[in-house]
C-alpha cells in the first residue's frame, strides 16, 4: 500500500529550528520526485521545496537559505524518507505543511500526505 506520513511538527519559537520527515511507503517513490508544500491560516496551499530522484532541489524564494529539503532510502529500497530542515523560523512559517510524492507529466502530484502543523510564536 502506498502512503506518505508525516511528522516532526510542532510549537517553536521564532529563530528555532524543526526538522519534518516524511516516510513514503512503497516502491513507487524509489525514482520519483518530492516534495513539501504548506497552507497558512486563511490562504491557499503553497510549494516550498522540491527534490528529484537525483537529489536536485528547489525552494521557494521566502524559504531559501532557511530551509534545506532532502531524501534517503532504506538499504532494500523499499522505504523513502523525505525531510525538510527548517532553520531560522518566523511566524510566517506557520502552517500546515504536507508531503506530496510522484510528480506526474500535468504536474499534479500522485500522493499527499495528511499534513503536520508547524506554529512559530513570535
Known amino acids: 500500500q502506498v502512503q506518505l506520513v508525516e511528522s516532526g511538527g510542532g510549537l517553536v519559537q521564532a529563530g528555532g529550528s524543526l526538522r519534518l520527515s516524511c516516510v513514503a511507503s512503497g516502491s513507487a517513490f524509489r525514482d520519483k520526485s518530492m516534495a513539501w508544500y504548506r497552507q497558512p491560516p486563511g490562504n491557499e496551499r503553497e510549494l516550498v521545496a522540491t527534490v528529484t530522484w537525483a537529489g536536485t532541489t528547489n525552494y521557494a524564494a521566502s524559504v531559501k537559505g532557511r530551509f534545506t529539503i532532502s531524501r534517503d532510502i532504506s538499504r532494500d529500497n523499499v522505504k523513502l524518507t523525505v525531510y525538510l530542515q527548517m532553520n531560522s523560523l518566523k511566524p510566517e512559517d506557520t502552517a500546515v505543511y504536507y508531503c506530496?510524492?510522484?510528480?506526474?507529466?500535468?504536474?499534479?502530484?500522485?500522493?499527499w500526505g495528511q499534513g503536520t502543523q508547524v506554529t512559530v510564536s513570535s
Open positions: 506530496a510524492g510522484d510528480r506526474r507529466q500535468n504536474g499534479n502530484w500522485g500522493y
